[in-house]
Structures are given as C-alpha cells and as structure tokens.
C-alpha cells in the first residue's frame, strides 16, 4: 500500500492527500499528525535530520513511530489538537551514527489543521534545528549533498527513488537530459515519468524493491509521448536496490547510459552489410548468368536450326496440317523466346539497366500461363484480381514474365500435395505512383528456417533445381525499379510481392 493509499483509508482521507502531497516535497523538515489517533507522517528533509525515522514506516502512530519525540511533545501536540495556537516546545535527543553517540536539539512549531469541521483535524509540526555543534548526521548529510553535486555533472544517468511510492530524491543532470529537462524533483516515478508505467519500468521497480534483487536492462528502448525530438530513446541500465541497517530495500538507485548512438550506428552498420551483401549477390548471379548466356546461345541456336530443318523435311512426306507441324513451331518459338530472355539479360548484367515500359499486368500472367501450359506438371488454376486503376506497370515485359515464370512454377511445386490447387494473382494501388502484384498459393508454405533465406543465391526451397529461380527473379524486379518479398499467408500457402512503378499518364 502507497503511502497516499494510507491517507485514504484515515478520517478526511482526501484533505490528508493534500497536505501529505505538500509536505513531502518540502524541503523543510515537517512532521504531519492527524486524527485522534495520532497518525504520524515525515518528510524527507526530516529524516535526513533525525537517523532514526524509517520513511518506510511513515503513517504509524507517532508513539511507535518515534517514542522519544512523542514522550516531549504529547502535552502540546493535544493543546495544538484542541485548537490551541501558536504552541512550541523542545527536543533533545540522542542518536547513534555509525556507533557514535551524537546529540539532537531542535525547537518544535504546532499549527493546528481544520478541515470541515470546527475542532482542528491534524496538526503541522514546523522543525527548528538548535543544535550548536553541527551533529555527525549533518556532516553525513552535508557530504550526501557533495556527492549529490559531484555525481550530478557525470554523463552517467543517475536517479534514486525513495520509499514505497519511488518519490525521487535525486536527479542527476544526464537523467534530466535524457527525458528532456521535464519537472522530477520530489514527484513519484508514476507521476513525472508516465511513459515508465507504460512500458513496465514501474512494474521492473517495484519488483526490484519486493525482492531487493537488482535488475540489469541492456539496449532497452525508451519510448516517449507526441512532442519529444527523439520519440525513441535506448538505455543500458541497472536497478539497485538500497537497504537499511535491516537489510529491507528502502529505495532504488537507478544508473544508466544514453546507448541510442551506438544503437543507431549498429543498425547503420546492419544495413551497410545487407546492402554490401546484396551487391555480393548481384554480382555473383551476374557471373552466374554472364556464363550460361554465353554457353547457351550456340547450343539454342544449333536447336532452332535442327528444328528448322526438320520442318523443312516433313513438309517433304507429310502435309502442313499433320500435327507435328505444329509442335516443331512451338520449339522453335520457345528457343527463340530462351534467345530473347538471355538477350534482355545481357545488356542487365553489364549495366544494371532494364528497357520499361507499359506491361499489362493480367496479358503478362496470361502469357506466362501460356508458357506453363505445356508442363504436364503444372496443374494450378489460375485466378486473378487486377483492378482496372492497377492494370499496368512500368516493366521490361519479357523480365516481368519470367518472374511470373518462376513464381507459378514454384507455386506448382508446393502446392503438389495441397487440396487447394489454385494460384490467386492479385494487384492494387499504392500512394507514390506504385502497383504492388500479389501471387499467392495454398501450399505448404515456406519454412521458418527458409523465409529469411529464401532469395539467396542456391537456397532451393523445393529441393529441386539450382537454387537461382528467386534470386534472379528479385534481382529482374529490382533493376525494373521495384521491390520483392515474400511471407507465410494466412490460412496457409505464401504470398510473393512485387511492388513496380506505376505508368505515367504521358506514357499511356
């Protein structure tokens, strides 16, 4: 139970909360009693006074709270209670710090408190230190503020929050930096620093105080409300608790290192490797490529020839409308669009560079189901949503049907087993002029170890083929300006997009 939670459950509990708020953020030491039972609650400023008073204790009958101050006091806190004004009276008490004993004097001021009623509810007990030789408890104190002072200009964030509530007794200069010079100073955790309760810091505290087991947080974000000019912040910290002579956490001591720079450049860094890693695999593919486009031009011309030369000689025994006419006409098509492909790719790889212009998102899936058709393997339907105002890309139209090559062939091969033999290509309309192409399937979806992987250069997902269908498929969409991912779908299957520019209205 907080310390405000307790004066809610006295007599005039809301009023008590008031005065209970200003007293503790006084920097006077004061002493507040109320009710008929003498419910007794200090603050700070007199704890650091008298070494004797536990914060944590505060709320309890001033007789148990503090029995000495009580025996001195009790005549005229009663008068004071019975609405006698302007009452005083000395103290003198003995103190052991550090095994010595030291003396304590102070003069004591009654001010009664009235709340609605006409006989006072409460009485403030205003403290005048009288003591002429400053006792060891002042020094201790006076060398609290030095180091207070000291560890106030290191860059090191440090705080500390005392008691139940956290209230924080001390903020260094680095702390006030890092959340942008906002009040602190006497307020609870809760109350100067809402972003901890959401984000659990507040949870992690209170933890800390119930166990008294410190608590280490490495490259944690900080995540701060509208108006911040950094609204995420990361912070390597440590939650100590600080003890009584007891042993029992009275408060924690919370000291940390602004890292967001280091974060920042870290992921700077990752990003330099990706693309580093990216341009890596660019060229090896190019490589790649340079080499098959090189070797199978001659092997693709010799086929053209061949087939040519057989249409020539079965025209010889057989007429035009035999069937075989027509399947030789297929080949040499197809070896001709193989001659076009490898050209398109050529000038690619040597200067990054693709030929765009207009394509016809739904004529492309068509033709590239065309192409498929004469796969007894292929056994998709193939359906298709493409909105009239995401009908076009701006493409190299042979390259973009060759990535849709590669994606139903893969579709085809997952979907394998699947019940759902279907292939759904769908596209739609971005801001910033750009189209993104959905080709989702209902296989068996791509594996956790697989996805972060997948369009890297020999990762066959499928288990068959070289492994380059993918990669050289992002690689073609890239250099046509665009980009290429793929994710598990719901329900099952996966999803590849490609995302490419929009037409012009000029170039329509």
Known sequence: MTLLQKAASLP??????????????????????????????????????????????????????????WTQIRESLVQSLQGTERLSAQVSLVREVQGQAVPLHYNAFFTPLYGRAASAGGVLIDIQETTEDRPL???????????????????????????????????N???????????????????????????????????????????IGNDTPVRFHSGSDEPVK????????????????????CTGVDVTDQHNMKADS???????????????????????????????????????????????????DDPAFALL?????????????????????????????????????????????????????????????????LADEIQLEQVLVNLFRNASQAAKDAVRKELLVSSRALPKNRIRICVRDFGRGIGDEEIGRIFELGQRGHRTGLGIGLPLSRTLVEANGGFMWAVNAEGGGAEFHLELNRPSRSGK
């Not at 536990?54 to 503090?66: C, H, K, S, V």
């Not at 939650?239 to 009275?250: A, L, R, T």
């Open 12 to 69: 005039n509990g809301e009023l008590l909360g008031q005065i209970l708020t200003g007293l503790l953020r006084s920097g006077a030491p004061k002493i507040l009693i109320w009710g008929a039972r003498f419910h007794a609650f200090c603050n700070e400023a007199y704890a650091d006074l008298d070494p004797l008073m536990d914060m944590n204790r505060n709320g309890e009958t001033f007789a148990t709270l503090l029995p000495d101050v």
């Open 137 to 171: 408890s002042q020094r201790l104190l006076f060398e609290k503020r030095q180091m207070q002072q000291l560890f106030g200009e290191l860059p090191v964030l440090m705080a500390y929050g005392r008691g139940e509530e956290l209230r924080l007794q001390f903020v």
């Open 329 to 393: 006409n297929l080949g040499i098509d197809q070896i001709k669009r193989a001659g076009n492909i490898i050209g398109r790719a050529t000038p690619l790889l040597r200067t990054g560079e693709a030929t765009l212009r207009e394509v016809s998102i739904s004529n492309a899936v068509d033709h590239a189901v065309s192409l498929l058709s004469a796969c007894p393997q292929f056994e998709l339907t193939i359906t298709k949503d493409i909105p009239p105002d995401a009908g076009t890309v």
């Open 270 to 320: 990752d990003r330099f490797k990706h693309r580093a890693l990216h341009e890596s695999r660019i060229n090896a593919m190019g490589t790649m490529a340079m080499t098959l486009a090189h070797e199978l031009n001659q092997p693709l011309a010799a086929a053209a020839s061949y087939l040519s030369a057989a249409r020539r000689s079965l025209k010889k025994s057989s007429s035009e």
């Open 234 to 253: 990361y912070i390597d910290f440590i939650y100590q608790p600080v003890k009584n002579s007891q042993g029992k956490p009275i408060g924690i001591l």
């Open 173 to 215: 200069t680095a702390f006030r930096k890092f959340f942008g010079f906002r009040p602190l100073d006497g307020l609870t955790v809760e109350e100067a620093i809402p972003e901890a309760v959401e984000q659990g810091f507040v949870t992690l505290l209170r933890e800390v105080l119930r166990t008294g087991e410190p608590f």
